[in-house]
């Protein structure tokens, strides 16, 4: 009875399922160095950034009514807008070596005056709020089978990076001083890893909404941090965490008639105080 | 290849960073198998001195020459004046002083077998599998170290490896780095405030002051009358029987 009703959910919302498991999972690799360095609301400011990124779109888009609808359809030029103004904030603050205390006061006036520019920007839009309050309340299920594929894309990229770089990406989290001293270069893998999270935000919050990126970027590794022993092990650990909160995430939701986007990150959220006490038990 | 070829050589060098000049025609050349201490009042342009030597900072004006060999990415070890790590951030002092090694290429085993060796060396060798929260302030101080160490070495720079150590920790920290030095020729390239620490230790000094670095042998540079008119008659005769012993 479960198993013919999950098929059926699957021929339904599959793709859709895919895509928001695909992208915690590649999220959740590439929020580690945020979570390593102490940076975690850059994810918020980011999200909220591509929003704004969207209501531009929006407003430029009707300015230009019908002049590129044979080049581009409103849903990819509002997914690049999005993609564009998150890589940009991304970049902005998470790179620089102004020191943590600085960074998080451009992360706190950017997520502001995005939060505030993209609804004052779009307030007598004909379809502009509802757009915005689409992108942030959106819960996943408006994936598709081409966003699956992307979002399995970025997942293996990110994924042998992360192998690949994982020593380099750990030191120079915990340590930017010494890890240019040794020469690997600091300002280029942080712009790298900045551009790779705004790219993956911007995808993200089109495919999945505000929440789902921010809570997939941010949680997982959370949780990582305080089950794990090593920043190493985090790069495992985070994108299991990731699979945890929102495999069973979305079945609980279809089950529930729930949005799977809100449950998967409650349950991702209720995931990083339970990693921490199985940590503290744990032998030493 | 030349061994008398100096480790690190500058000449009428202009540092600083962001444009603003800290130190300026800056003439210093440090051999191999050497002990310098690099001296000076805080602000005074030390870790500047030091971090343009390793690499970090250009120099706003003439240029570094480093030995081909011995003044190398992979021949270098560096100790920051501090490690800020994120407090929430869990690591095993093996991992710690594990990713000092990232950059030299090294396999799984050779790698595997560094990290104990350059503990053992600092004496944390029991420490190995502790969380790096849960070493006293001397034993991160002395995992800095060992990070470096791990490397092997061939030119040491470290920025105040000492702050913060009892007296009995700085001798015993001062003793791994005499015996590298001795043994194995290490180069050691130490910035300190503790003036009696370069004057006991140190073959070598750079004394920074006001822009400037007045290097040369300890003798050379730690005189009464230059001490005196940089830091006060007190401090001068506070040292005097240092630099008597040391002349």
Redesign the interface.
């Known amino acids: 009875m479960i198993a013919q009703d999950f098929a059926t959910a699957w021929q339904l919302f599959g793709p859709a399922w895919l895509a928001g498991w695909l992208v915690a999972v590649y999220l959740g690799i590439a929020g580690v160095p945020l979570v390593a360095r102490g940076h975690a609301f850059l994810g918020a400011a980011v999200a909220q950034t591509a929003a704004l990124g969207v209501a531009i779109a929006l407003l430029l888009g009707a300015t230009m009514e019908h002049a590129h609808d044979e080049l581009f359809d409103g849903e990819t030029v509002l997914t690049l807008a999005a993609i564009a103004f998150a890589t940009l904030a991304a970049l902005a603050t998470g790179t620089g070596g102004s020191g943590r205390a600085a960074r998080e006061g451009v992360t706190a006036w950017l997520y502001l005056a995005s939060a505030s520019l993209t609804v004052l920007l779009v307030a007598n839009h004909p379809l502009g709020t509802e757009e915005v309050k689409h992108v942030l309340g959106l819960s996943v299920l408006g994936a598709g089978p081409v966003d699956a594929a992307v979002a399995g894309v970025l997942a293996v990229a990110t994924l042998s990076i992360a192998l690949l770089r994982r020593d380099q990406l750990a030191l120079v989290a915990m340590d930017p001083v010494m890890a240019a001293a040794v020469g690997v270069p600091v300002r280029r893998l942080s712009a790298a890893t900045s551009a790779w999270i705004g790219l993956g935000i911007g995808f993200a919050i089109h495919a999945s909404g505000l929440l789902y990126a921010f809570g997939c970027l941010v949680l997982p590794a959370l949780a990582a941090a305080r089950a794990c022993r090593t920043v190493r092990a985090m790069f495992w650990v985070a994108p299991l965490f990731a699979l945890a909160g929102t495999l069973p995430g979305f079945l609980l939701a279809h089950a529930t008639d729930l949005p799977p986007g809100h449950v998967a990150v409650a349950l991702l959220a209720a995931l990083v105080p339970l990693a921490g006490a199985r940590r503290w038990r744990r032998p030493r | 290849m030349s061994a008398s070829q100096p480790v690190f050589a500058l000449a009428g060098a202009c540092l600083g960073h962001a444009r603003r000049t800290v130190l300026d025609a800056v003439d210093l050349a440090i051999g191999q198998g050497e002990f310098w201490c690099v001296v000076g009042p805080n602000g005074s342009g030390k870790t500047t001195l030091l971090h343009t030597l390793?690499?970090?900072l250009r120099p706003l004006r003439g240029g570094v020459r480093h030995h081909p060999t011995l003044a190398t990415?992979t021949a270098?070890g560096?100790v920051?004046q501090r490690?800020?790590?994120?407090p929430?951030?869990?690591?095993?002092v093996r991992?710690?002083v594990g990713?000092?090694l990232?950059?030299l290429g090294l396999g799984r085993v050779e790698a595997a077998s560094r990290v104990p060796e350059a503990l053992a060396r600092v004496d944390l060798g029991p420490q190995i599998d502790?969380?790096y929260w849960r070493l006293s302030g001397g034993q991160r101080q002395r995992a800095l170290l060992a990070?470096a160490l791990a490397?092997r070495p061939a030119t040491l720079l470290a920025d105040e490896p000492t702050s913060g150590l009892d007296p009995r920790a700085v001798e015993d920290l001062l003793a791994v780095l005499h015996h590298m030095h001795r043994q194995q020729g290490l180069t050691l390239v130490l910035v300190t405030h503790d003036l009696g620490l370069a004057a006991r230790h140190a073959s070598h000094v750079a004394l920074v002051h006001e822009g400037r670095v007045h290097a040369g042998t300890r003798s050379e540079v730690l005189r009464r009358d230059r001490l005196e008119r940089l830091y006060g008659a007190a401090v001068a005769d506070a040292f005097a029987p240092l630099l008597e012993g040391s002349a």
Do not use: I, K, S
């Not at chain 2, 490690?83 to 994120?86: I, P, R």
């Not at chain 2, 929430?88 to 095993?92: E, F, I, M, N, Q």
């Open positions: 390793v690499g970090l990415r270098l560096f920051p490690c800020d790590l994120n929430a951030l869990p690591t095993t991992e710690f990713l000092g990232v950059g502790t969380e990070r490397r």
